[in-house]
């Protein structure tokens, strides 16, 4: 009796799989030194595919349901074994099972900022991140090309190479977007449709449906950032010269206080920024005309932009070469276009003559 319950226990009538671990692409049915017997019972969930491999041969792929072994359901199956007419029982074969239900909230990012041609800034360091969902939809690809034989393959193991697969496509696709990066992060979704366009074919070539893709933050560099808060700002002042002093002066009035607080020099500071003693005779009339007192409402107003032209008008000459290297510099970072740097480089030039 214990020797028929031995014999018995080596053959399959149920071959299921109940998915008790989440994250499980795919599971081979363990077999060890079972055999299936003709008839066996054959149960696919649902979010579930299994399949028949034969000698290293993909043979019958079945979708969800319940099935009874025979010749007739196994087709391809009998064909590999050389089956004319007759079921042959009990036999071998290896069975996998697969999950199709969506992996969901997959994170991606770029663990380096990544170059990208920009049409306002040409060539742009950015960092991004987000999230995508994907499910098994070709068993027989995602068999041959990456989970193979192995017992078990989860999400985990693949998670890397999805990881780079994306990171290999986010050039393109802001590219494909049209969107410049100033309007990137305003529009996060049109960059998310470009990208999960663009990683579609990529995906389905190993045997995954991509089902969904986030964008869920794009930002620069902190030093690109800084640059970008300064063209920013230039381009609120436009090509006023005497507002752009004034963002300049602005700009520089924490650089002034930390040095003076260190005992450096204040003037040295305000020549490096491109102001000199321009900037100086500027905060000179304001602070006189503040303690003064209250002059009449048109005069007030008229006297900054007088001021300005004054002392635009006594800047020395290496006053303002000084002045155009730093121009230079702003429009070689980018922070000034080459109409915005021509127009003050003209207007400048004018105090030489």
Do not use: C
């Not at 299994?50 to 993909?58: R, S």
């Not at 087709?75 to 079921?87: A, G, I, Q």
């Not at 990012?109 to 995508?132: C, E, H, K, S, W």
């Not at 794009?218 to 970008?228: H, Y």
Request: proline share 4%; hydrophobic share 45%; aromatic share 8%.
């Amino acid at each position: 009796m214990a020797l028929m319950d031995f014999i018995k226990k080596q053959f399959i009538d149920i071959i299921q799989w109940t998915e008790e671990n989440d994250g499980t692409l795919a599971w081979r049915y363990p077999m060890r030194d079972m055999e299936i017997q003709n008839g066996a019972t054959l149960v696919v969930r649902e979010s579930q595919l299994a399949m028949f491999v034969n000698e290293g041969k993909v043979a019958d792929v079945f979708m969800p349901g319940t099935y009874k072994l025979t010749t007739q359901t196994l087709p391809v199956l009998t064909y590999l074994k050389n089956w004319d007419k007759l079921f042959e029982s009990p036999f071998k074969s290896d069975v996998y099972f697969f999950s199709t239900r969506q992996q969901i909230d997959q994170k991606w990012g770029t663990p380096q900022p990544i170059t990208i041609r920009d049409t306002d800034f040409g060539m742009v360091r950015l960092r991004a991140f987000g999230n995508y969902a994907y499910r098994v939809a070709d068993p027989k690809l995602f068999h041959t090309e990456i989970s193979g034989t192995r017992d078990v393959y989860t999400v985990d193991d693949v998670d890397g190479q999805l990881r780079g697969i994306i990171l290999q496509h986010i050039s393109t696709a802001i590219a494909a977007s049209g969107v410049p990066f100033l309007d990137l992060a305003a529009n996060q979704m049109i960059f998310a449709d470009a990208l999960a366009k663009d990683l579609t074919p990529a995906l389905e070539k190993i045997g995954l449906k991509l089902e969904g893709m986030t964008v869920q933050n794009v930002s620069l560099p902190e030093e690109l950032q800084k640059i970008l808060d300064q063209k920013i700002g230039m381009g609120m002042v436009g090509n006023d010269m005497g507002k752009f002093m004034q963002y300049q002066t602005a700009q520089s009035i924490p650089k002034f206080a930390e040095s003076a607080g260190q005992g450096g020099g204040i003037a040295g500071d305000a020549m490096g920024l491109g102001a000199g003693v321009a900037l100086g005779q500027v905060l000179a009339q304001n602070l006189q005309q503040g303690l003064q007192g209250g002059a009449a409402a048109q005069a007030s107003q008229a006297a900054p932009a007088a001021a300005a032209a004054a002392a635009a008008a006594a800047m020395k000459p290496e006053e303002v070469m000084a002045t155009l290297e730093k121009l230079g510099e702003l429009k070689s970072k980018g922070i000034l276009t080459q109409e915005e740097f021509d127009a003050k480089k003209t207007e400048l030039l004018k105090k030489l003559v």
